[in-house]
T-cell receptor
Framework: DTAVSQTPKYLVTQMGNDKSIKCEQN?????MYWYKQDSKKFLKIMFS???????INETVPNRFSPKSPDKAHLNLHINSLELGDSAVYFC?????????????FGPGTRLLVL | GDSVTQMEGPVTLSEEAFLTINCTYTATGYPSLFWYVQYPGEGLQLLLK???ADDKGSNKGFEATYRKETTSFHLEKGSVQVSDSAVYFC??????????WGAGTKLIIKP
């Protein structure tokens, strides 16, 4: 069973389009994250939700909007896609409390904006 | 603020060579420290962690020791294999359930 899954794995789209990426975790974790990884492999936190509440909202264009319908899901919607949005987007989850800071990552969504 | 500095890559080694990837950190408090590995085309996965000073994390032949006095968490392996080729990330735990990430070090192992 996949612990953290993302769909789609690949996304090729035109500038100006709107797209969504979905993430689901079956680990029973209470915290979920979205990261952006650029072509140099640098990892940047975008958002984090704990028990469906937004707790990290880094400096990200407001074209990016996360939504957490329940603790197991965190989706990312992107409006008016731009060339610079091309990257790999990773979802991750973790369980708070004690020494439980380990984050578990999904396989990534490779977004290419043309 | 808290930060993690890793040695720049790529690091290129021959099979069976000894590996060290340096990681130093700046933090207030006593964070946990992590090494994650990202194989080509995949997501990141935890390689090892240490939660307090002098702890040693180990997994798959890799080791790292939490050194508070030198604020370091260097990754080592005695004999690398081609299959160890990947990008390695050092990270530390921070408030708000965050991890603070290093820039990643690409490791290339040649047969």
């Amino acid at each position: 069973d996949t612990a953290v899954s993302q769909t789609p794995k690949y996304l090729v789209t035109q500038m100006g389009n709107d797209k969504s990426i979905k993430c689901e975790q079956n680990l029973g974790h209470d915290t979920m994250y979205w990261y952006k990884q650029d072509s140099k492999k640098f990892l940047k936190i975008m958002f984090s939700y704990n028990n469906k509440e937004l707790i990290i909202n880094e400096t990200v264009p407001n074209r990016f909007s996360p939504k957490s319908p329940d603790k197991a899901h965190l989706n990312l919607h992107i409006n008016s896609l731009e060339l610079g949005d091309s990257a790999v987007y990773f979802c991750a989850s973790s369980q708070t409390g004690g020494n439980q800071e380990t984050q578990y990552f999904g396989p990534g969504t490779r977004l290419l904006v043309l | 603020g808290d930060s993690v500095t890793q040695m720049e890559g790529p690091v290129t080694l021959s099979e069976e060579a000894f590996l060290t990837i340096n990681c130093t950190y700046t933090a207030t408090g006593y964070p946990s420290l992590f090494w994650y590995v990202q194989y080509p085309g995949e997501g990141l996965q935890l390689l090892l962690k240490a939660t307090k000073a002098d702890d040693k994390g180990s997994n798959k032949g890799f080791e790292a020791t939490y050194r508070k006095e030198t604020t370091s968490f260097h990754l080592e392996k005695g004999s690398v294999q081609v299959s160890d080729s990947a990008v390695y990330f050092c990270a530390l735990s921070a408030p708000n359930y965050q991890l603070i990430w290093g820039a990643g070090t690409k490791l290339i192992i040649k047969p």
